[in-house]
């Protein structure tokens, strides 16, 4: 994305928007990895190592490389949301929200008023040392729901169509997990019936933004078919990995 852009108009208008997944909680490591083209960097507090910690010089890594800085909470808490976004976080990722009343809350949780009731504090952010520009702030703020349970998938449409969220975020892991089948059988059911194909249906009615945790470039594609624009498409941990053993495989072949 363009460093001008504000990641909600970013979403709103990208055709495609790749990011990258934190699981660590080394600044130095997000730093590295928001510096590599990635559209958007998410900081994990519900799984990733971060969790339960603050995240504030995670997002500060992010955000000293020009990339904007979404943070998956914990749960749906006006707490937490206010906490990372205080902490100078582009928008939130909220995990495991089932009703267009649980979306309608993380949103107002995510802006101030009168379009919601966030609250304000200077503590954590030099970023935000001053009151906001509150139109500018609620503008640029982004607030995704998960959707990742059957009961989410059963109110979908109900949960696109809520004021003020930006996207739906697709939790395939757990999705399958709550059908009782494999991940990639779930991403394989392209029917027009199919739990993602509704997922992308109701977003696209909306006009709001159907993204997915994807964890690797091929189930990405695979989302991608279904109709999802942003994609998680990697993890620091996971990049770490395929970097170090593909390396360690180079080395003993070329230098032998
Ligand atoms: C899921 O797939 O359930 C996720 O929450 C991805 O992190
Ligand atoms: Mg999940």
Not at 19 to 31: F, S
Not at 164 to 180: E, K, M, R
């Amino acid at each position: 994305m363009t460093e001008t852009a504000s990641i909600r108009a970013h979403l709103r208008d990208a055709a495609l928007s790749t990011g990258a997944w934190i699981n660590l909680d080394d600044p130095r490591v997000t730093h590295t990895i928001a510096r590599a083209g990635f559209d958007w960097v998410c900081i994990d507090q519900q799984h990733g190592y971060a969790a339960g910690a603050d995240g504030t010089d995670l997002v500060a890594a992010v955000r000293a490389a020009g990339t904007p800085a979404l943070v998956r909470i914990s749960w749906n808490r006006p707490e937490e949301i206010g906490r990372v976004l205080d902490s100078g976080a582009d928008g939130v990722i909220v995990p495991m929200v089932e009703t267009a009343a649980e979306a309608r809350a993380a949103v107002a949780a995510a802006r101030y008023a009168p379009e919601g009731r966030r609250s304000w504090g200077a503590t954590r952010s030099p970023a935000t040392a001053t009151p906001p520009d509150v139109a500018a702030a609620n503008a640029a703020t982004a607030c995704l729901v998960m959707v990742e349970t059957p009961a989410a998938v059963d109110q979908v449409e109900e949960i696109a169509a809520a004021e003020g969220v930006d996207g739906i975020f697709l939790g395939p892991f757990d999705l399958s997990l709550a059908y009782g089948m494999p991940i990639e059988e779930l991403i394989g059911d392209s029917g027009p019936e199919s739990p993602l194909s509704r997922v992308v249906a109701a977003c696209r009615r909306t006009g709001i933004t159907a993204g997915a945790f994807a964890g690797t470039v091929d189930r990405a594609a695979a989302l991608r078919a279904h109709g999802f624009t942003m994609l998680a498409v990697t993890s620091d941990d996971a990049l770490i990995a395929q970097a170090s053993t593909a390396t360690a495989a180079e080395a003993r072949d070329r230098l032998r």
